[in-house]
């Protein structure tokens, strides 16, 4: 196994991971504060498709990035107004966003651009940093990435930070665990629910930005193909800590590398759909590992009257 | 209010819904400015994905749109048909009195000969299909096995490093049997010491996936990345660009696209074959049964490597002796000996 091998594998597995562990940290923050994240794929979805419009729009992929997240962060404004205000099934209204982005996504692309399909856009180049890219082995893995990814390195402490040593993050924890003692102590529980919902529909809107700008160089129909569930897993495998989260993540994206790696070996009389199988076995090992302990936020996914 | 509220989203949900992901758009000629005779006769199509894929699905749009201008007759067309509701779609069209139906893939081969049990007076035409039956399910393919040897057989002689792979996705269906498994014996054929890659991926849409498949095959010393794939086959054309690798397109938007890396793309033109098919349907001689185009047959050719309006072949990789070996090693020994089929263990995945 040489160096090169080693690197390439490892940069693979960074690429991939980097959209689930975006959706990962998005769906901490709203299940933390006890709104449940079942529409994460449409936030990504939705965030796909407009900065890869506005990218075209515009020139720019940073106007591109930008209304990517706002689409997506209104998309899940929307959402908090029926889960966190009028009480309505926060299952059910994610699921039906779902349904309803990757309508609206395939519907706006034909009507756009007819039957020949979005064009393609500039790819966002990897920035190499100067010195640490110089680093055997990590360097060239790490820090030879697009900017996205940089700034994905960057949220996942700032992420942490924020939820666990933060008066909003302890506020956060508060209401996920028990809304009416936050209440009593004058939390605003809609208000601080409703907001983390609006951060997990921002972190969604970046993913499906790095994976079409810094991936993909377009839109095609449900291009998230299932990349938002698997940042929901990941959450929970996290235990709704975002470096626990961006963790699983990575596990992830690895299980997938070495699932095209071990295809690739020779003749190995197995077929294709049973290597397929692998990151699904990943999660599958990691509940019966950790998941068992996992508690999850007392008050996930009920919704609180103010009295 | 929240009553209000729940209800409008509702209401929303299933508007939403039935606009965009239904997809079930339909086309139908007026009839005013067509011929008398044929604007009785109705075709409707059936496909797997979108229409705009620009592959796979794009080809049997197109071509019932060539059926359209140039027999005159009545269309119809739904995309994104699931093997769930495709009984359904069947017997709905069946049941409008369309006259023909096609399937425009071979995974619908096996419900469209159930519904046909019912629909005798009906004509349907599976599209990339193995078996057909002997009674109204005709189904055709342009013969993978012979292209995917010949993609095989390119890709040993173009390639430099000895390594040479392929990325699909589908496993064990038929058209992917004799596809893969060709291209192995092409690869083999040309130069026995030459070390084949096959990787099947979980989805043929997925681009991401794809661009990281090709990545790890050029990565292992693949300098000719081949593919077939739907929307997916976007991801492994920009990574051979990318990294100065061969690999094949889907179109000439490809080749303009990458020319320097793509080789060639199969012009399956399905237009003169779906248009001899519905000649042969409206003149009750389409036969039942299995029905296949290949290199040089009359009616339609199966397929054609193009490159651009002059050459078959990139002209700067693929050189005249190159060609003039093809044609005696591939094309001839096809047109002598035409049918061939492939087992699934014979296309499995793995490095050969």
């Known amino acids: ?73 209104l998309s899940s404004a929307v959402f908090s107004a029926f889960a966190v205000y009028l009480g309505a099934n926060q299952v059910i ?54 900017i996205l990814t940089y700034i994905t390195y960057l949220l996942i402490p700032v992420a942490w930070w924020i939820m666990f040593k933060s008066t909003w993050g302890l506020q956060l924890r508060a209401v996920g665990e028990n809304p009416s003692c936050a209440d009593t102590l004058g939390i605003n529980v809609a208000r601080t629910r409703s907001i983390s919902a609006i951060v997990c529909g921002v972190f969604c809107g970046m993913g499906g930005a790095v994976l079409a700008l810094q991936q993909v160089q377009s839109f095609t129909e449900n291009i998230s193909n299932g ?15 975002p470096v626990g989260a961006a963790g699983a993540g990575l ?46 936020p007392a008050a996930m996914g009920k919704y609180y009257r103010k009295q | ?48 994905g979108s229409a705009n894929d620009k592959s796979w699905n794009q080809y049997g749009y197109d071509a019932l749109m060539k059926v359209k201008d140039e027999l005159g007759v009545e269309v119809a067309y739904s995309e994104n048909v699931t093997n769930v509701d495709l009984q359904q779609a069947l017997r709905d069209y069946a049941s409008q009195g369309y006259d023909m139906i096609i399937g425009h893939t071979g995974g619908f081969e096996d419900d469209m000969i159930k519904v046909s049990a019912d629909f005798l007076d009906t004509k349907f ?16 393919d342009t013969a993978p096995w012979q292209y995917g040897y010949a993609y095989g057989w390119m890709a040993s002689q173009v390639s430099q490093t000895g390594k040479v792979g392929y990325i699909t996705a589908n496993e064990g269906t038929g058209t992917q049997n004799n596809l893969v498994g060709s291209w192995k014996d092409g690869v083999k054929a040309n130069n026995p010491d030459t070390q084949g890659t096959v990787v099947y991926l979980s989805d043929s849409d997925d681009v991401a996936s794809a661009r990281e ?115 005696t090693d591939v094309e001839e020994m096809f047109i002598a000996d035409p049918a061939r089929s492939y087992t699934t263990e014979q296309a499995a995945g793995g490095t050969f």
């Not at chain 1, 940290?25 to 933390?32: T, W």
């Open chain 1, 251 to 296: 596990v992830f994206g690895a299980s997938e590398v070495l699932q095209l790696r071990l295809q690739m070996l020779g003749n190995i009389q197995i077929s294709s759909y049973v290597i397929l199988m692998l990151p699904y076995l990943v999660a599958l090992v990691f509940i019966l590992l950790i998941g068992k302990g996992r508690r999850h």
């Open chain 2, 125 to 140: 035409v599976c599209i990339a299909g193995s078996t057909g039956n002997d009674v109204n399910v005709t189904s055709v």
């Open chain 2, 213 to 327: 498949a090709a990545l790890a095959m050029i990565s292992a010393g693949c300098d000719v990345v081949m593919h077939e794939l739907n929307r997916a086959a976007q991801g492994v054309i920009d990574v051979c660009k990318e990294k100065g690798v061969y690999t094949i397109g889907r179109s000439a938007e490809d080749v303009a696209a990458a020319p320097d890396q793509v080789l060639t793309y199969c012009n399956f033109d399905w237009g003169p074959k779906y248009v001899y098919l519905v000649e042969q349907g409206m003149s009750g001689a389409l036969e039942p049964g299995f029905l296949f185009f290949g290199f040089n047959t009359p009616e339609a050719p199966g397929f054609t490597f193009t490159y651009d309006d002059a050459n078959g072949w990139n002209p700067n990789v693929v050189s005249e002796e190159i060609l003039a070996k093809f044609k």
């Open chain 1, 227 to 241: 990349r938002g569930w698997l940042g929901l897993i990941a959450a929970t495998f996290g235990g709704w800590n």
């Open chain 1, 93 to 146: 209204c994610g699921l039906g966003l779902n349904f309803i982005m990757l309508g609206l996504t395939s519907a706006l692309q034909r009507l756009f651009w007819g039957t020949t399909g979005v064009p393609r856009i500039e790819a966002m180049n990897p920035i190499e940093i100067p010195v640490l890219s110089d680093i055997p082995l990590i360097g060239p893995m790490l820090f030879d990435q697009p």
């Open chain 2, 1 to 48: 209010m929240k009553k209000f509220f729940a209800m409008l989203l509702a209401i929303c949900m299933v508007a939403v819904m039935l606009v965009g992901c239904g997809d079930t758009a339909s086309s139908s000629s007026n009839g005013s400015d067509t011929q008398s005779n044929a604007s009785d006769y109705k075709v409707a199509l059936l496909l797997p």
């Open chain 1, 1 to 73: 196994m040489s160096v090169d091998f080693v690197v390439e594998f490892l940069s693979s597995t960074i690429r991939i991971a980097v959209p689930i562990i975006l959706i990962a940290l998005g769906v901490c923050y709203s299940e933390k504060a006890g709104v449940h994240a079942m529409g994460a794929e449409g936030y990504m979805l939705i965030g796909a498709f407009v900065s890869v419009v506005m990218t075209i729009a515009t020139g720019s992929h940073f106007l591109g990035v930008v209304f990517g997240i706002l689409a997506a962060a």
